[in-house]
């Protein structure tokens, strides 16, 4: 029986293949969205075995971050860069919580975790949300949330208003940009809390200073930062 249904199931992939979104190439039948050589050759930091990592540097005399780590380096040609663009451009959104989970997976393995009681994904604008229909902060939290067993709270932190296109704006610019627009919405929720803040990608880290700000006005909160990729364009 099962050689029929292996025979059936190998007809169909040749009628509608699947492929990895890292790499194009046909997925075996064990595998789903990413092929074993992505999964294998994403560029992991393995950051969160090292506490005074780059990441953790970059909050250093901003705020007070107790732990921060990213999963893997975004660089032009890493497969973590081509998997976010699908996620975030092409809505493949299966992605963002696949990324999530595997990230998860690697981070219950070690301390990084420890005393966490939230997950907090950083906020997108809710027009630039309605435009592409989704966060993908909250999906990649939603993942780590599965794997992890930690709770996931994405209505807790919000947008006040819209920054203008950051790409092109200079560090300084883009610091002032994003100071004082996030607000916490039943900040009394979080009192004694340790949460993770969630992101896509890490550059310059003022979006989750701003982020962690607002959450450290509250009552005995503790801010630690988790990042799917940390860019070293
Ligand atoms: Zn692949």
Redesign the pocket.
């Known amino acids: 029986m099962s050689y029929f249904y292996d025979l059936w199931d190998d007809f169909i992939s040749l009628l509608f293949p699947r492929l990895?979104?890292?790499?194009?190439?046909h997925?075996m039948r064990n595998e789903t969205l990413?092929?074993?050589?992505?999964?294998i050759?994403i560029p992991r930091t393995n950051y969160h075995l090292k506490p005074d990592n780059p990441v953790s540097q970059l909050f250093w005399g901003r705020c007070n971050i107790e732990r921060a780590s990213a999963f893997s380096f975004y660089t032009r040609d890493s497969?973590i860069r081509k998997l976010i663009h699908q996620l975030k451009y092409k809505g493949i959104k299966e992605i963002g919580s696949e990324l999530g989970r595997i990230y998860g997976n690697t981070l219950k393995s070690s301390e990084f975790l420890k005393e966490i009681d939230l997950i907090i994904p950083v906020p997108l604008h809710p027009s630039r949300k309605r435009q592409r229909g989704f966060n993908q902060s909250d999906l990649i939290a939603c993942g780590l949330s599965e794997s992890t067993g930690i709770p996931v709270d994405s209505g807790i932190l919000a947008r006040k208003t819209l920054t203008k296109t950051q790409t092109r704006k200079s560090r300084y610019d883009r610091w002032t940009n994003v100071q004082d627009i996030f607000k916490v919405t039943g900040e009394d929720g979080l009192k004694d809390m340790h949460v993770l803040l969630v992101d896509d990608v890490i550059t310059t880290g003022s979006t989750i200073e701003a982020c962690a700000n607002e959450l450290l006005k509250g009552d005995n909160i503790k801010v630690s930062v988790a990042a799917l990729a940390f860019s070293v364009m």
């Open positions: 990895c979104y890292g790499c194009g190439n997925l990413i092929c074993t050589e992505c999964y050759l497969r």
